[in-house]
């Protein structure tokens, strides 16, 4: 694979500002686009409903079952294509996303690491990156803010590269951490704001690189519940993302660095016999 032009990713021109259709920007802020999906939350289960019990406990028809499972599917499968919008039409998504894998793929003799970042869900989400990266040759650790200030920062070098993962962009624990960070190194927020102005680790870090994952749909308004789901779920897919840009851009086969550092398993399995 021939490398892209200095200052590029995948051949894309460098453009100026960042601009952001308004209306788009307020939709997601305030509710987001109507949804084919009734928003409705699961309803609860009623005495009519125990047709299926499970010993002991409440049970539910068979439908209403598979009802609950397609709607979180649907819901989830929905805010999918919306983010797919949003990153085939939107300049702050599509510039976001080149300025990232520029950063990503900046020492082209492998010098640096990937240092994901971020607590709680968005956390594992952080540590299924890292080993993501890791398996298509671009080296990642995991960080956890509250440990880095008690002497872990001590693993981010000056030629890595951070990423910080909070679907509200405005953690406490990383917003403690912000002013510790080297500034040397390029940092990416993977966060719900579209726009830098309604980000706090973004105003407090202008200079940061932003990759908006948002939801058309809060998850309360589609669940009942503001369980992390729906925009965990944006978050893996747009990491993902990265993952696989920046690997095919820094060698020449994806698939041989995957099987070289996946020998094991089905996966690895596969690989031997072909």
């Known amino acids: 694979m021939v490398p892209p032009r200095s200052g ?17 920007a307020k939709s997601y802020e305030i509710r987001g686009p109507k949804s084919p999906m009734p928003r409705s939350p699961l309803r609860d289960v009623t005495a009519d409903d125990r047709s299926t019990s499970t010993g002991g406990g409440r049970g539910a028809s068979y439908e209403d079952r598979l009802d609950g499972a397609i709607h979180v599917l649907r819901t989830e499968a929905n805010a999918l294509a919306a983010l797919t919008q949003l990153y085939s039409s939107e300049r702050v998504c599509r510039d976001g996303f080149h300025r990232a894998i520029d950063a990503l793929t900046r020492h082209r003799d492998h010098r640096g690491k990937v240092v ?13 990156l890292t080993a993501t990266f890791s398996s298509l040759g671009l080296p990642a650790v995991f960080l956890h803010p509250t440990e880095a200030l008690h002497g872990d920062l001590g693993v981010v070098g000056d030629h890595d590269t951070l990423v910080m993962i909070t679907f509200s962009g405005r953690t406490p624990e990383l917003m ?17 704001p579209v726009r830098m102005d309604a980000c706090d680790i973004a105003r407090a870090r202008p200079d940061l690189i932003l990759l ?6 809060p998850e309360r308004e589609s669940f009942g519940v503001s369980a992390p789901t729906t925009s965990t779920t944006m978050a893996i897919a747009v990491g993902d993302a990265l993952a ?9 086969s994806v698939s041989s660095v995957f099987a070289k550092n996946h020998p094991g398993g089905a996966i690895g399995q596969a690989f031997k016999t072909k």
């Open 8 to 24: 590029s990713a995948m051949g894309m021109r460098s453009r100026g500002p960042v601009e952001l259709n308004v209306n788009l």
């Open 212 to 217: 908006p994952a948002p939801i058309p749909v």
């Open 176 to 192: 403690l951490l912000l002013p510790h960070l080297n500034r040397n190194c390029p940092l990416i927020l993977l966060t719900s």
């Open 244 to 252: 696989y840009v920046a690997s095919r851009e820094m060698y020449p």
């Open 116 to 128: 994901f970042i971020g607590v709680g869900k968005s956390g594992w989400i952080a540590k299924k």
